[in-house]
T-cell receptor
């Protein structure tokens, strides 16, 4: 299994541009998550999904959108990028609720100039 | 929501030393996990431990749910143990809340 994969690894955006961060998992996990990690900080939850067609906001959803049309994929959309969205973005998946561990992708480092 | 606090924020050790990292949480938890973020940024799950004690090689963890804290023990530390250690807790709704982490540096 490849686990959780994310693309791209790095990206530089100009203010106002849009982009989609891709996340795919091949473990047939129902739960998927997007986090952001600012320098020297912990992870903040942006959005999560408990299954295909179901998404919900996390702690810091403003400026982002998600969709979950399949079990495997959970893309994160940035509309009108702002410097405050400069961060490292991690996608994670989990087999079931609570009684399981989360598995993380390698991250996408995004810079907005 | 739940508050997760980790201590110490920074820790510097000589190779071979032992250490204890602490995680306090403000509410009862369904899920408590410890992660290691290596210097390249990769996050690796160490333990799923909402209560009790687990061991994996030189690492072990104990969660005392009734007193709302968890401890991560690292014995005979190695330079490869360097990085940031996070604990994360969930009360309900499958949402983990992360602490700010402990930055561990192990010098040769």
């Amino acid at each position: 299994n490849a686990g959780v994969t994310q693309t791209p690894k790095f990206r530089i955006l100009k203010i106002g541009q849009s982009m989609t961060l891709q996340c795919t998992q091949d473990m047939n996990h129902n739960y998927m998550y997007w986090y952001r990690q600012d320098p020297g900080m912990g992870l903040k939850l942006i959005y999560y999904s408990v299954g295909a067609g179901i998404t919900d906001k996390g702690e810091v959803p403003n400026g982002y959108n998600v969709s979950r049309s399949t079990t495997e994929d959970f893309p994160l959309r940035l509309e009108l990028a702002a410097p405050s969205q400069t961060s490292v973005y991690f996608c994670a998946s989990q087999r079931s609720r609570a009684a399981d561990t989360q598995y993380f992708g390698p991250g996408t480092r995004l810079t907005v100039l | 929501g739940i508050q997760v606090e980790q201590s110490p924020p920074d820790l510097i050790l000589q190779e071979g030393a032992n250490s204890t990292l602490r995680c306090n949480f403000s509410d009862s938890v369904n899920n408590l996990q410890w992660f290691h973020q290596n210097p390249w940024g990769q996050l690796i799950n160490l333990f799923y431990i909402p209560s009790g004690t687990k061991q994996n090689g030189r690492l072990s963890a104990t969660t005392v749910a009734t007193e709302r804290y968890s401890l991560l023990y690292i014995s005979s530390s190695q330079t490869t143990d360097s990085g940031v250690y996070f604990c994360a807790a969930e009360t309900s709704g499958s949402r983990l809340t992360f602490g700010e982490g402990t930055q561990l540096t192990v010098n040769p």
